[in-house]
């Protein structure tokens, strides 16, 4: 085996190792409109206020998140989302995560979708939660 040959396989190993270092990083953000973007994968748009959002995601090669969004839709922005993700209405009784931030307070008036899509029948305003 020569110097070259040597020196390029060790190069290959340690750019493998960076790279497999890099993808298991952690990422984390409570700005809410940084929380949508990286959980939608688009930029909000302007028929959506987003108020609070908190964003983490796992390292490794799955790429596991959990998310908390409130955020005020139009009607025609909610409609959309409930029929892309097919949501049902769901009459049990939820109760909140254990490591939901302090703004994470829906009024438990709130219809309730799926997993835990919330929207307060008063105001609109929707509280997300999702875990993947």
């Known amino acids: 085996m020569t110097v070259l040959s040597l020196k390029r396989k060790t190069g290959f190993y340690l750019i493998g190792i960076f790279i497999l270092l890099v993808s298991c990083s952690e990422s984390q953000t409570t700005d809410a409109n940084e929380s949508y973007t990286r959980w ?7 028929d959506l206020k987003i108020h609070h959002g908190q964003y983490s995601q796992t390292g490794g090669l799955f790429k596991e998140y959990t998310l ?54 008063a105001t609109g305003i929707m509280f997300i939660y999702e875990v993947q």
């Open 40 to 46: 939608s994968g688009k930029k909000a748009t302007s």
């Open 68 to 121: 908390f969004l409130e955020l005020e839709p139009s009607d025609e922005w909610r409609d959309e989302f409930f029929k892309e993700n097919e949501l049902i209405a769901d009459d049990e009784d939820w109760s909140l995560p254990e490591d939901a931030p302090a703004w994470f307070n829906p009024d438990k008036n709130c219809k309730r979708w799926k997993s835990l899509y919330l929207q307060d029948p």
